[in-house]
């Protein structure tokens, strides 16, 4: 706030309240400024930086928002690459600016890189509380698409841990926003989300693909092209269990068409991944094998563990007949699941899925079980009416 830096300056510059405002303002409407209670005139700042010997606009600009954002954008890059900083490295960095209150947007979402860091955690609690004073903020400086997208992850993480009205009621309000008449951004992540509360709860395949459709009409229509190649991939992967071919051939193209422009590596790697689901779902295991040795010449085998390598894998070696290394990779699937257990109901049934898969074809057996429970805890939808019904054909 302009008052706090003008009374951090005015110790620095060891003067007193009086001696700063003599001939500019009164003494207790200085006060009033530094407390907050009061807000200067253009005028007056000008006077109280030329007494301060510094420039206005060092008044006007926080220094501690500048350092915020240069570190905010720093953070929001790595997620975008598979370099992302540590919850160590995050929370050291952003910590001295979460307090005091700055109203600044890079605040907010300093908040929401705090929340997310805690997805893995069980602090349910804490996460949300980062999420309220994030949206609280963006509320009341107005920012309508930060609220919008404050408003996105909290629903998102509602749906992750199988609460839906709790979801509901978050994206009741980002209707009252009207996010239609938003930026790019705002709109392909909400429908994003209504796609995933379709396939988690509703279990209308056509009427996510709808969203999406209406995603990509917005796109060509402004020419801004944000995740388009997730569209096309999550557009691939409704039709696959439509069993809708020519759809799913056309978003994959569409996808890699992107991803070339781009030259995005962590997109190549997701692309590879949803290739390798529509190679198992339709049992074309060299198809799923090129597919496999794709991810892992992309990620130079410089990664610990991914849970959608480990179950194609399992899958992989199921259907060539190799029986110890498919349960092999089933069990480090398993083994792994503190890695994978907070990732969406969406993964978490695909990879459920490709285990059933495997089971088919006489390789990790013993997780039935396992995957019987979980199932049965799953939200009435698609994926588990789905699910229910692989396991019932194992079962006969």
């Excluded at 302009?2 to 405002?21: F, M, N, P, V």
């Excluded at 996460?127 to 698409?145: S, V």
């Excluded at 056309?250 to 995005?264: C, G, L, N, P, S």
Aim: overall charge negative; aromatic content about 10%; charged content about 30%.
């Amino acid at each position: 706030m302009i008052g706090q830096r003008i009374k951090a300056l005015r110790k620095e510059k060891k003067l007193t309240q009086s001696q700063l405002a003599e001939g500019i303002i009164t003494k207790s409407m200085l006060s009033m400024i530094e407390n907050g209670k009061a807000e200067a005139s253009m005028r007056s700042l000008r006077e109280i930086a030329k007494r301060l010997d510094v420039s206005v606009q060092s008044l006007l600009v926080d220094p501690r928002e500048v350092e915020l954002q240069k570190i905010v954008e720093e953070i929001e890059y790595a997620q975008l690459t598979l370099d992302q900083w540590t919850e160590k490295a995050t929370h050291e960095a952003l910590t001295p600016y979460l307090e005091p209150e700055m109203n600044s947007v890079w605040q907010g979402r300093a908040y929401i890189i705090m929340g997310d860091q805690l997805r893995y955690s069980d602090k349910r609690a804490e996460l949300l509380t980062f999420y309220e004073r994030a949206i609280t903020l963006f509320e009341r400086l107005g920012e309508r698409d930060e609220l919008a997208m404050a408003l996105v992850g909290k629903a998102f993480y509602h749906i992750l841990w199988n609460e839906f009205e709790e979801a509901s009621a978050q994206i009741d309000r980002m209707e009252w926003l009207d996010v239609r008449n938003m930026s790019s951004r705002t709109r392909i992540e909400y429908a994003m989300l209504l796609v995933m509360k379709e396939l988690t709860y509703e279990g209308d395949l056509s009427g996510a693909i709808r969203h999406l459709d209406a995603a990509l009409v917005h796109m060509h229509q402004t020419r801004t092209y944000y995740r388009a190649d997730d569209v096309y991939r999550t557009i691939a992967l409704c039709s696959l269990y439509l069993k809708d071919e020519q759809r799913i051939d056309e978003a994959f193209v569409k996808a890699r068409q992107y991803i070339q422009f781009t030259d995005d590596h962590v997109a190549k790697v997701r692309l590879a991944l949803s290739e390798a689901l529509y190679a198992i779902h339709y049992r074309r295991v060299e198809h799923l094998g090129r597919h496999i040795e794709e991810m892992e010449r992309l990620l130079a085998e410089d990664y610990p563990f991914i849970a959608a390598i480990e179950m194609s894998k399992g899958v992989y070696y199921a259907m060539k007949g190799d029986k110890e290394a498919g349960d092999k990779a089933f069990d480090r699937l398993w083994e792994g699941m503190d890695d994978w257990k907070a990732h969406s109901l969406i993964d978490q049934a695909v990879y459920f899925e490709g285990v059933l898969i495997g089971a088919s074809y006489g390789c990790g057996e013993k997780l039935i079980p396992f995957i019987r429970e979980a199932v049965e805890k799953l939200p009435e939808g698609f994926y588990r009416t789905h699910l229910t019904e692989l396991l019932q054909k194992i079962k006969g």
